[in-house]
């Protein structure tokens, strides 16, 4: 069964940085690509980012990009994603998930990121 | 980007009643990547449809999936009590991939 569980969500002040993790098993880590999903209470999901299984293809949404780097270390089962620059429209429930074709049938419980000074 | 739309924003109906949830498309979803989740407080989304029409594994036959092109439905042909929830549409065949708002299943 697939098992992903977030960390490091938190208060932080505009402009500043936080790295989310997300710890996987159940799966072969290494063969799937991974997501993060944001989602705003009593809004829908929005995709921000992905990477390819061996890490070397990286995409991100137009509203992240730039500020936001997605990583993994295979060896350790761990995803990640670095939050620079954060503001106040970056305040969500961060999910990490994944799925075989585009569509998510693992997810994570989530982790709140709250941007507010 | 495909922008999603999903009506009603609401829908209130007893246990037992059939429900049908309608995703619009802004445009042509082709090969029906299109994927419907449920979600309920504190939770994540729960994956129940996806290639528009193919159930997930371990959802209950009582949900379906249809449609195609830029019009795709959900029905839940009977409600059970834990089938009152919030239910997304996502198309995953143009990235950026995209959710639509939801529809809120709720006890009448």
């Known amino acids: 069964e697939v098992q992903l569980v977030e960390s490091g969500g938190g208060l932080v002040q505009p402009g500043g940085s936080l790295r989310l993790s997300c710890a996987a098993s159940?799966?072969?880590?290494?063969?799937?690509?991974m997501h993060w999903v944001r989602q705003v209470p009593g809004e829908g999901p929005v995709w921000v980012s992905r990477?390819?299984?061996?890490?070397?293809?990286?995409r991100y949404a137009d509203s992240v990009k730039g500020r936001f780097t997605i990583s993994r270390d295979n060896a350790k089962n761990m995803l990640f994603l670095q939050m620079n620059s954060l503001r106040a429209e970056d305040t969500a429930v961060y999910y990490c998930?994944?799925?075989?074709?585009?569509?998510?049938?693992?997810w994570g419980q989530g982790t709140l990121v709250t941007v507010s000074s | 980007e495909i922008v999603l739309t999903q009506s009603p924003g609401t829908l209130s109906l007893s246990p037992g009643e059939r429900a049908t949830l309608s995703c619009r498309a802004s445009?042509?979803?082709?090969?029906?990547?299109l994927a419907w989740y449920q979600q309920k407080p504190g939770q994540a989304p729960r994956l129940l449809i996806y290639?528009?029409?193919s159930r997930a594994t371990g959802i209950p036959d009582r949900f379906s999936g249809s449609g195609s092109g830029t019009e795709f439905t959900l029905t839940i042909s009977r409600l059970e009590p834990e089938d009152f929830a919030v239910y997304y549409c996502?198309?995953?065949?143009?990235?950026?991939?995209?959710f639509g708002p939801g529809t809120k299943v709720d006890i009448k």
């Open positions: 996502q198309q995953y065949v143009t990235a950026p991939f995209t």
């Open positions: 159940g799966f072969t880590f290494s063969s799937n690509w």
């Open positions: 290639g528009a029409s």
């Open positions: 445009q042509s979803v082709s090969s029906n990547y």
């Open positions: 990477i390819n299984s061996d890490g070397n293809s990286t």
């Open positions: 998930a994944t799925g075989a074709g585009g569509y998510y049938n693992g």
